[in-house]
């Protein structure tokens, strides 16, 4: 990173300081604070005058939308009545609900730079943010502005208009389109995959709902993580072209370039040896940061905050030399390198090139963050030493903790402050989220490619570690080993690597886990040496959330409306003080009530498998007659082997064979039916691509339902589907639709889970172990509402090393079950095609336990079936009773929970 760039300061969101905003402008930002009076004589009176009469206005009803859409389908996308098809209604729309967000974003931003409070920055990697359309339409109100006296005070005269989606729906259906078919014009955001990104994005989300000044930044990838196909039960990953057509929700801010630097060596003057004093590196390889922003609405409030996204851009992207001489590959071959870092999400480390890739991916992103931070800072002309007191930066994971070393970089080579003073800027700036407890998953980079590609934060890291260990021996004088395990730098046998977890811990002023078991577990296991050293102050838990607006209101519509109706609550509050679901406890004996929620997942389930006949070349493979009566079993999230997809297919497999078994033993459909009912296993998520086993799970859960479902002996009773490219649109069909959801991960191996929390809020139950939120969940909802089975986290290391000594004999059914795979009932033209799945558990110590569990989990889905099957008045008062207690998990309480106990901010309100 180098020193803020001329174009820089064109940068329009923030003028330097209140007096600087003409008097005109505050009053088209609709903020003229008391206590500014003087107008900016710079700007002539007839401009002035000029730019007040024709100030830009957000529509306020119907017929105003309808203008503004036809505004931007004739002269933005230059199209007419004549050849406006629905992609062209959904960016036409989408411009235009843009249009108001960007108003609201420019007070937003105004308010926030004149009152200048503290804000958040929050760096994470992934934004799973999925489709924007029908998010902003229920984030935003159409309501009048309001109408101002001649100093510039509100008088008050704001008129609520209906809902606003019921508003666009309609003016839409006035101009030919359908808002159904307009929203399925837009694809999911490809900034993300799994639940750190959607975390992430509920956060942006609640942030701007609680008027907390804050920005996310992350990187704008474009293609993706990648596309998931399913191709003879293999996952393919293929090109995510999910910037084929554009993307309507972001503002392209070409004015904002940051040089980034890479490679090359560090120049100091030989009177100045010291690593601590300052220092210029000097880079081999420079790119571009050119910043895309996109407006994240709060609901209830004209509150929008700010997702900054980095796209990489080569300094000199043709070499006209090159292509003159007839070297038409190397003469794009600038472009194509800098291009390459925001391409994918996740580069596969697997190989050299790769891990560089990655490296250099989080360098460039926190790079051109801080400096975005730092220039912001400094136009407030503040102290370096007020930094902390104005700033503060989470780390979403360990992705990001480059921005702390680069920080310290900043400080003392740019502004030349000394080294300690800057360190305690640092560490008083900087807080962690961890979100694992697993060692193998907590990242490491290799020495020699770190300082390869950064050799000044190499030194700084160095450095870092040298003052850190210095203070652990001061009050552990004696404890070498200590001083081993503690240290950033991790002295292997093959090669010394910096663990970047620790280098967070220590450049951070708080830690915190994501739920309450994992926060205890982090301190206890992983990170025990740092507790030891910095005490369990530092360490602190802040259980995950997710947003009702998307996840219920959204995701769920019908559900909402009824919950809406049965509190009596017409304006959905509830939607914001979530405790008020408690209400609905006092129903869970209505009849009428009871009916009401059937039937919404009765229509949810229908909606489902109008999606898996799509997806299944038309072919219906779930019996409509009997939809009601069928359970539908759903585990949707990333495929790995903690997770445990592997032991859900084992225990559908378990449920085929004893089916067939009763079946050959003369029984009856119908006593088979009775034994075991009705039920379709749905699975769906993404293996990473270099991660073999868990793209052979894939492969076993398709080559089972090719089995299944083909079986005519077992009618109906029994299907397997995988939902490919799972994403979050597909989620708000498939979680809504859920009987029962699994949470089966080891114990002890998953941090928090969020999609728990999701299939709760919308009336599922969950099957699950004792881990992560589940623990919380079954605090809030009451253990009677889940049914939890397996060994606990405290038993697992024990277990694992029984393993290691002992033969240990397999679950007869599941070794009858292993059976079958390895003979190759489920490959046929391969039979030991799932031979590593088989071996892992039999031979190779079965790590994630699956055989310690397997016996519970089939006697828990056995508790399953008899209460769906046999007591489904039972089942409903389970499904209402969860929603009424699920309120603590939004992320709302969560981001309150930063504010007060790590961040320090207070929200500002109009």
Same mark, same amino acid.
């Given at each position: ?87 062209? !209604? ?7 609900? #843009? ?15 004149? #009152?200048?409070?503290? #804000? ?35 008088? *008050? ?57 804050? @920005?996310?930044?992350?990187? #704008? ?25 554009? *993307? ?54 004209? *509150? ?87 700033? !503060? ?29 800057? @360190? ?43 003052f850190f260990l210095k203070d652990v021996a001061k009050k552990f004088p004696k404890d070498m080993d200590l001083l081993s395990r503690i240290s950033i730098i991790e002295e292997s046998n093959s090669e010394r690597q910096i663990r970047m977890a620790f280098l967070a811990i220590v450049g951070s002023h ?105 997806? *299944? ?41 004893a089916m067939k078994t009763m079946l050959e033993n003369g029984a009856a459909i119908e006593e088979v039916a009775k034994k075991f009912p009705r039920k379709v296993s749905i699975f769906g998520g993404k293996s990473a691509p270099g991660y073999y086993m868990a793209k052979l799970i894939i492969k076993l ?35 809504? !639709? ?83 795979? !390895? ?38 889905q056995e508790l399953v079936d008899q209460v769906f099957h046999e007591n489904k008045d039972e089942w409903l008062k389970k499904s209402i009773l969860s929603v009424a207690n699920i309120g603590f998990f939004s992320s709302d309480r969560c981001i309150e929970e930063y504010a007060d106990t790590i961040w ?7």
């Amino acid at each position: 990173m180098v020193s803020t760039s001329t174009a820089n300061d064109m940068i329009t969101e923030e003028p330097s300081s209140p007096r600087q905003i003409p008097r005109l402008t505050r009053r088209l930002t609709g903020f003229l604070p008391n206590e500014i009076k003087s107008i900016d004589t710079m700007i002539p009176l007839k401009s002035r005058a000029l730019w007040n009469k024709h100030q830009v206005k957000k529509f306020t009803d119907g017929e105003d939308f309808q203008d503004r859409f036809i505004d931007h389908v004739e002269t933005t996308l230059a199209r007419s009545l004549y050849n406006c098809d629905d992609l062209a !209604a959904y960016e036409a729309t989408s411009m235009s609900i #843009r249009d108001n967000l960007i108003i609201d974003w420019n007070k937003t931003q105004q308010k926030f730079t004149t #009152r200048d409070p503290k #804000r958040v920055y929050y760096l994470s990697l992934e934004f799973l943010m999925g489709r924007a359309l029908d998010n902003a339409l229920i984030n935003m109100d159409i309501k009048d502005e309001e109408t101002k006296d001649s100093t510039g005070d509100s008088n *008050n005269t704001e008129k609520p208009k209906e809902d606003s989606r019921k508003v666009i729906s309609g003016a839409l259906d006035e101009l030919g389109f359908k808002l159904e078919d307009v929203l399925e014009q837009e694809p999911d955001a490809g900034l993300g995959n799994g639940g750190l990104g959607r975390l992430a994005a509920c956060f942006v989300d609640s942030m701007a709902t609680e008027n907390i000044p804050a @920005w996310g930044y992350g990187l #704008r990838y474009q293609y993706g993580i990648f596309a998931q196909k399913i191709i003879d039960g293999y996952q393919v990953e293929t090109p995510d072209y999910w910037l084929n057509f554009g *993307n309507a929700w972001e503002i392209e801010r070409n004015e904002v370039q940051i040089p980034v630097t890479f490679y090359g060596y560090v120049d100091r003057p030989e009177s100045k040896s010291s690593t601590l004093e300052p220092a210029q590196w000097i880079g081999s390889e420079r790119v571009l940061a050119v910043a895309y922003d996109f407006p994240v609405p709060g609901f209830k409030t004209n *509150n929008v905050n700010n997702l900054r996204l980095w796209q990489a851009r080569p300094t000199t992207e043709f070499d006209f030399a090159k292509f003159n001489s007839g070297d038409y590959k190397n003469s794009v071959a600038q472009q194509q390198r800098a291009e390459s870092i925001t391409a994918c999400l996740y580069p596969n480390d697997n190989f050299e090139q790769g891990k560089e890739l990655r490296l250099k991916q989080q360098y460039f992103w926190c790079a051109a963050s801080l400096h975005d931070i730092v220039r912001r800072f400094k136009k407030s002309k503040r102290p370096w030493s007020e930094f902390p007191d104005q700033i !503060a930066i989470q780390l979403n994971d360990t992705h990001p903790t480059l921005a702390i070393v680069e920080l310290q970089r900043v400080l003392v080579d740019s502004e030349k402050l000394d080294w300690h003073e800057a @360190w305690d800027i640092v560490t008083h700036t900087f807080s962690y989220t961890n979100h694992t407890v697993m060692q193998e998953a907590l990242e490491k980079w290799p020495i020699s490619l770190f300082g390869h590609l950064l050799p000044r934060h190499l030194e700084i890291i160095y450095d870092i570690n040298w003052f850190f260990l210095k203070d652990v021996a001061k009050k552990f004088p004696k404890d070498m080993d200590l001083l081993s395990r503690i240290s950033i730098i991790e002295e292997s046998n093959s090669e010394r690597q910096i663990r970047m977890a620790f280098l967070a811990i220590v450049g951070s002023h708080k830690v915190n886990g994501v739920a309450e078991l994992h926060s205890e577990l982090i301190k206890t296991t992983i990170f025990a040496d740092f507790v030891k050293f910095y005490g369990p102050s530092k360490f602190v838990n802040v259980t995950n959330g997710i947003t009702p607006r998307r996840w219920l209101k959204q995701a769920n519509p019908k559900l909402a409306a009824l919950i809406s109706k049965t509190l009596n609550d017409p304006n959905e509050d509830y939607l914001l003080n979530m405790a008020n679901l408690t209400e609905l406890s006092k129903f869970v004996d209505n009849k009428d009530f009871q009916k009401e929620w059937d039937e919404v997942k009765l229509h949810n389930k229908i909606r489902l498998a109008d999606l898996i006949k799509k997806l *299944n070349d038309g072919v219906d493979i779930i019996d409509r007659e009997h939809i009601n009566e069928t359970l539908f079993d759903i585990q949707v999230k990333r495929i790995h082997e903690y997770k445990r997809q592997q032991m859900n297919i084992f225990g559908v497999i378990y449920r085929y064979l004893a089916m067939k078994t009763m079946l050959e033993n003369g029984a009856a459909i119908e006593e088979v039916a009775k034994k075991f009912p009705r039920k379709v296993s749905i699975f769906g998520g993404k293996s990473a691509p270099g991660y073999y086993m868990a793209k052979l799970i894939i492969k076993l859960i398709n080559s089972v339902a090719e089995v299944v479902n083909n079986d005519p002996e077992i009618e109906d009773l029994l299907k397997v589907f995988f939902i490919p490219e799972y994403n979050v649109s597909k989620a708000e069909i498939i979680i809504p !639709a859920s009987d029962l959801s699994e949470h089966i991960s080891t114990a002890g191996t998953e941090a928090s889970g969020t999609s728990n929390m999701k299939f709760v809020m919308n009336g599922g139950l969950i099957i699950g172990t004792v881990d992560g939120a589940n623990v919380e969940i079954t605090r809030e909802i009451g253990e009677d509402n889940i049914f939890l089975f397996g060994n606990l986290s405290e038993n697992v290391e024990e277990l694992r090393y029984n393993h290691q000594v002992h033969t240990q004999d397999l679950p007869a059914d599941l070794e009858k079950v292993l059976e079958y795979v !390895a003979n190759g009932t489920f490959s046929p033209e391969n039979p030991n095609e799932f031979k590593p799945l088989v071996d892992g558990i039999k031979h190779h110590g079965d790590y994630y336990l699956v055989s310690d569990d397997f016996d519970s989990y089939i006697a828990t889905q056995e508790l399953v079936d008899q209460v769906f099957h046999e007591n489904k008045d039972e089942w409903l008062k389970k499904s209402i009773l969860s929603v009424a207690n699920i309120g603590f998990f939004s992320s709302d309480r969560c981001i309150e929970e930063y504010a007060d106990t790590i961040w320090n901010v207070e929200p500002v309100k109009n």
